[in-house]
């Protein structure tokens, strides 16, 4: 798509709606008509990571200007993004201190909670509650603030983890209260976002959260400017992970609600554009692959939570698989004991082919001068430069501080500055912290030298294919013989990484193992190989596929998998869709705790409400839980909703008589936001 397209639609316009969404690579912007259900216009534009609001402006001003669109006729703007995804994916993100009230040290090693810690700092203090919300060892005040002092100049943030905080918030709020009042920085607690037990896994996730609060921050704001400056006067929503709408102001203070905003969004878009009941759909970008399975018409929703980049975490999201694997995914070389072997992902790099348009010609006279070296250099067609000045100087790694000083201000490249596995290393890690950026080959540039896609100069990408193909295993064989033939072999790389993941979301959705996809038997089947037995496996479904890259790679990946391959109009732009048709929802639960016989606690935040007989027990906790959503829907852009209400009893049977053991008051609102009418026909919400 040249820019931007617009569609003209018979009759008039009754509502119009903005959908943006905020990819790793592009980001993409529609006008959605709510009266017809129909796209009215469409635009791209790269995603400017350095400065967002270049990126976000340029695509808001491209769809603006397709067609004739009345900045002040939009009537709300809705708001996807893959940049928390991403930042988890890739490692990325604000340093944050997690304080851990009332736990053993031993609980770090539980539900990934050290791995998500990595080397920020933790705080373990006294405190926490019983599983009945009574207080089991008072709240540590004065060890809490000496550590809050001391770290507060290293960090960002800090989330909060208190022992059974879901039954009794009180130690959880007075923490935050005290690190906000000493620190002025943003505090997470994770009663905030989740509502079960898992101390550990409710700790990932108040981590993570903390750490993407000024990444959503900075991309909400961006968005409010640019609009300001397009003339767009709306109210700004934001895809959850789990495909619903909440308001700018809402997801400000749980940014992690967001991850998998984008995906969910390009699934929810997906779904709108095909009608299909039953598929397999999968979106590719730049950085990610996104896969879901749609059955009946929906999509289910993680039983326990999103996982991402490895962190699994209590946040209701659709139910997908993201894998780092996409069109800018960098190709590795991986030496084995047979030879050889390519590899796609899972970091994201800037494609040679995109860092050429400001570089061509330094990146041609590098290629050629490591082409006509005696010797291949380790560092082989990539290339450094520092995203900010000074960038690595509070860094505690020597290592990073020299690597850094050698590279400069300027674009240089690789093996001119790394001297050896320490210094290899050590960008990644200021790769990972977004101190460094790094243009190398992926599937954009393998898919520039075969000519199916033609965006860039492919000049660049063919120099480096040159200087790949001299590439030799540890046997000094060749991995391949010619230029072209390691372009094929990349692409035929992605293609049939896409396909194990494909086939194990389809294992997945059957109730089958996600590791067979992985298995011996499935590689021969997908290789050909067997020549005695017959293997054949695929996919029983369609496969959608979305994103920009799609008609690149999907019409083979469907050869693979013996699969009809559907890309739905507008599917470069689906993620788009999705945010623009997407409704709120929000749910929450309130658990009623039995601690002995003829008393019932009433779990609501702080400390809990006593009574004596479960019915008025039953009814406050439904009452609490309705009066929690009408606040939490009114504050998230739609005050005008429908509830749903369940309640749900454990018992057991003791000596033949019914003894209660909990209950928990489910409450679903879901309505649509509330728009602005500048239109006199623009419908109410229902």
Excluded at 29 to 58: F, M, Q, R, W
Excluded at 268 to 292: E, K, N, P, R, Y
Excluded at 366 to 372: A, D, Y
Excluded at 426 to 434: E, M, V, W
């Amino acid at each position: 798509m040249g820019g931007a397209e617009w569609r003209a639609m018979p009759g008039s316009v009754s509502c119009w709606i903005l959908g943006v969404d905020t990819g790793g690579t592009y980001t993409d912007a529609v006008v959605y008509d709510e009266g017809s259900n129909s796209v009215l216009a469409k635009a791209k534009a790269p995603t400017t990571h350095d400065d967002l609001a270049v990126g976000i402006g340029a695509a808001i001003q491209r769809v603006l200007a397709a067609g004739p669109v009345d900045p002040g006729a939009v009537s709300f703007v809705s708001l996807s993004s893959t940049l928390a995804t991403n930042a988890l994916v890739e490692g990325k993100g604000r340093p944050a201190a997690l304080v851990m009230i009332g736990f053993e040290e031993a609980v770090l090693d539980r539900g990934g909670l050290r791995e998500a810690i990595g080397g920020d700092p933790v705080v373990m203090v006294a405190g926490g509650h019983t599983p009945h919300g009574a207080e089991a060892e008072p709240l540590d005040t004065e060890t809490l603030a000496a550590a809050v002092t001391e770290i507060a100049p290293s960090v960002d943030g800090f989330a909060v983890t208190s022992q059974f905080s879901v039954r009794n918030a009180d130690h959880e709020i007075a923490a935050r209260d005290l690190i906000r009042a000493r620190t002025g920085l943003p505090v997470t607690c994770s009663h905030e976002l989740a509502d079960a037990l898992d101390g550990p896994r409710r700790s990932v996730t108040a981590l993570l959260n903390a750490r993407m609060i000024a990444l959503i921050d900075e991309l909400v704001s961006t968005t409010t400017e640019v609009l300001a400056q397009a003339g767009v006067d709306a109210p700004i929503m934001m895809v959850r992970g789990n495909g619903s709408l909440v308001s700018a102001d809402f997801v400000r203070e749980r940014p992690v609600e967001t991850i998998l905003s984008g995906p969910a969004a390009s699934l929810l878009g997906a779904a709108h554009l095909v009608g299909a009941s039953d598929a397999v759909i999968s979106d590719i970008g730049g950085t990610t692959t996104d896969i879901a399975a749609l059955r009946d018409g929906r999509f289910d929703l993680g039983a326990r939570g999103a996982t991402v980049g490895g962190h699994r975490t209590m946040i209701e999201a659709v139910a997908m698989a993201t894998h780092g694997l996409g069109g800018d995914s960098e190709v590795l070389l991986a030496d084995r004991a047979s030879g050889a072997e390519l590899t796609v992902g899972p970091r994201r790099v800037v494609p040679l082919v995109v860092t050429a348009q400001s570089h061509g010609d330094y990146l041609l006279s590098q290629l050629r001068r490591q082409l006509n070296a005696e010797t291949l250099p380790q560092q082989w067609s990539s290339v450094f430069w520092a995203l900010t000045a000074k960038a690595a100087q509070g860094s505690s790694d020597r290592g990073e501080r020299q690597l850094m000083e050698r590279i400069g201000s300027g674009i240089v490249a690789a093996d001119t500055v790394v001297e050896g596995s320490r210094d290899a290393l050590a960008a990644r890690r200021l790769g990972a912290r977004g101190l460094l950026r790094v243009s190398a080959f992926t599937p954009t540039d393998a898919s520039h030298v075969l000519g199916t896609q033609t965006t860039h100069d492919p000049a660049v990408a063919h120099a480096a294919s040159e200087v790949w193909s001299r590439r030799c295993d540890h046997r000094g064989k060749l991995i391949v013989e010619e230029p072209r033939e390691f372009a094929e072999a990349v692409v035929k790389r992605l293609v049939r990484q896409s396909a194990e993941k494909l086939l194990a979301m389809a294992f997945a959705s059957d109730g089958l193992s996600e590791a067979a996809a992985a298995s011996e038997v499935v590689a021969a089947a997908l290789d050909g190989r067997p020549r005695t037995s017959r293997l054949a496996v695929g996919l029983g479904v369609p496969l959608v596929a979305l994103g920009a890259p799609a008609a690149t790679y999907y019409p083979a990946i469907g050869e693979l998998l013996g699969a009809e391959v559907e890309i739905p109009e507008h599917a470069d732009v689906a993620n788009a869709v999705g945010a623009a048709v997407g409704k709120v929802r929000l749910r929450r639960r309130v658990t009623v705790s039995s601690p002995r016989r003829g008393l019932y606690r009433v779990h609501v935040g702080a400390a809990p409400d006593s009574f004596f007989e479960l019915e008025p027990a039953k009814q406050a906790a439904i009452g609490q839980a309705n009066a929690a959503v009408a606040a939490a829907m009114a504050a998230a852009g739609a005050p005008e909703f429908e509830l749903e209400t369940r309640w749900d009893e454990k018992s057991v049977n003791l000596r033949g008589r019914k003894l209660f053991v909990e209950g928990v008051a489910t409450v679903i609102g879901t309505g649509r936001p509330q728009l602005n009418y500048p239109q006199p026909d623009c419908p109410q919400p229902k």
